[in-house]
């Protein structure tokens, strides 16, 4: 990845008829704008573009203020369209429409200066950052909402473009999937700006859910709606059985299902998205069972081990079975076995049989 300091990143140009198609309400306006649009009823910027100036300048709270607002965003569209709009750093495009209020408040809950290369959607508790500023807890869940609603508007989106490519170019590289870790790269990069590049990655994928999304610990480039349904079909398929059910079912299911479509080679990105389901338990061979199905392996596991057995042995042969990022220390097994009602102890200390 290069890193020439300085560089310009162009925003693509978007044709005016596109630009005129954009719901005025997603364009980008400021809110007297879109409030006064929808008093009169305009659907789309064509529409506002096509109504004379003295028409706005009519309506009671729209004054020239409002009205120099509304210049401003058509002589920025057309410069859009013209392809002469480009930015060195991805802070530009942020600094220039989200209020600076608005844009520290995202830099706290999504941990866009964090030193760790993670992404969290609670870097910081609203909590925190209402003590901080000196507001209620739902003040701040407001102005995240606000924020979220900015970087989601055409005109930043559109702004944005070259830097969201750069970062979604990381988990495409990857078949469409990625961890936190892969935007090692990208640390330090001038475009960043000094951001997080998995925080402001996350930060986005929650803007343009309908783009890409981030499941569990992974950022996949698929609406997250097709994500979720896939996870939620899939649970409910593996909770029909107390065994694992085999790779070759779980890889089918996948194909049928639309998410497919977004996933390139599947037999090795959708392992990955497994691991970081939950409700999922993969084994080595890669088998997959339903977490509320534990239960049934560790009388498996039990049962192997002639009917009773120790739990830090149960814990070995379990952590013998499953994925790295599935084991569980001797402790977790032994809580499990404990809470679960078809477990008994035997004459023997920490040993553990099945009713």
Same mark, same amino acid.
């Given at each position: ?21 954009? +719901?005025?309400?997603? %364009?980008?306006? +400021?809110?007297? &704008?879109?409030? $006064? ?5 305009? =659907?789309?910027?064509?529409? @506002?573009?096509?109504? +004379? ?27 859009? *369209? ?10 530009? !495009?942020?600094?220039? /429409? #989200?209020?600076?209020?608005?844009? =520290?408040?995202? /830099? @706290?809950?999504?941990?866009? *200066? ?20 000196? /507001? ?6 407001? /102005? ?53 590049? %998995?925080? &402001? ?8 859910? =309908? ?6 610990? %992974?950022?996949?480039?698929? +609406? ?10 899939? &649970? ?5 059985? =107390?065994? !694992? $059910? ?22 090795? $990105? ?18 997959? @069972? ?21 739990? $830090? ?23 499990? #076995? ?18």
């Amino acid at each position: 990845m290069s890193k020439l300091s300085g560089a310009r990143y162009n925003v693509p140009a978007v044709p005016r008829a596109e630009i005129d198609r954009w +719901p005025i309400r997603e %364009a980008g306006l +400021p809110a007297r &704008v879109v409030n $006064t649009a929808t008093r009169l009823k305009l =659907q789309t910027v064509a529409d @506002l573009r096509n109504l +004379p100036p003295e028409r706005l300048l009519g309506e009671r709270r729209f004054g020239r203020r409002s009205l120099d607002a509304t210049m401003r965003f058509f002589e920025t569209c057309a410069e859009l *369209e013209a392809g002469k709009i480009g930015f060195r750093t991805i802070r530009e !495009p942020m600094d220039r /429409v #989200l209020a600076p209020e608005v844009w =520290q408040v995202l /830099v @706290l809950r999504y941990g866009l *200066e964090r030193p760790d290369l993670d992404a969290s959607r609670q870097y910081f508790t609203l909590q925190a950052i209402a003590n901080r500023d000196d /507001v209620t807890r739902e003040r701040v869940r407001q /102005v995240v909402e606000i924020g979220l609603a900015g970087l989601g508007q055409r005109l930043l989106t559109a702004f944005l473009e070259p830097f969201e490519k750069m970062l979604m170019d990381i988990p495409r590289a990857q078949g469409g999937i990625a961890e936190a870790d892969a935007y090692a790269d990208l640390v330090g990069h001038p475009a960043m700006a000094g951001l997080n590049p %998995a925080a &402001v990655a996350l930060l986005l994928c929650d803007a343009h859910p =309908q783009s890409w999304t981030y499941f569990g610990r %992974a950022f996949i480039l698929a +609406p997250d709606e097709t994500v979720k349904d896939f996870a939620h079909g899939l &649970v409910r398929r593996l909770r029909r059985r =107390q065994q !694992p $059910t085999p790779w070759a079912e779980v890889l089918a299911f996948a194909r049928r299902h639309r998410l497919a479509g977004h996933l390139a080679r599947l037999e090795s $990105t959708l392992p990955l998205l497994l691991s970081h389901l939950d409700g999922v338990i993969m084994m080595k061979d890669r088998s997959c @069972l339903a977490s509320e199905r534990l239960g049934d392996l560790l009388d498996t596991l039990i049962r192997e081990l002639g009917g009773r057995a120790h739990y $830090t042995d149960i814990a070995d042969r379990f952590n013998e079975r499953v994925q790295p990022q599935e084991q569980r220390s001797a402790s977790s097994i032994l809580r499990l #076995l404990i809470a679960s009602r078809r477990f008994r102890t035997t004459d023997l200390p920490g040993c553990y049989g099945t009713r």
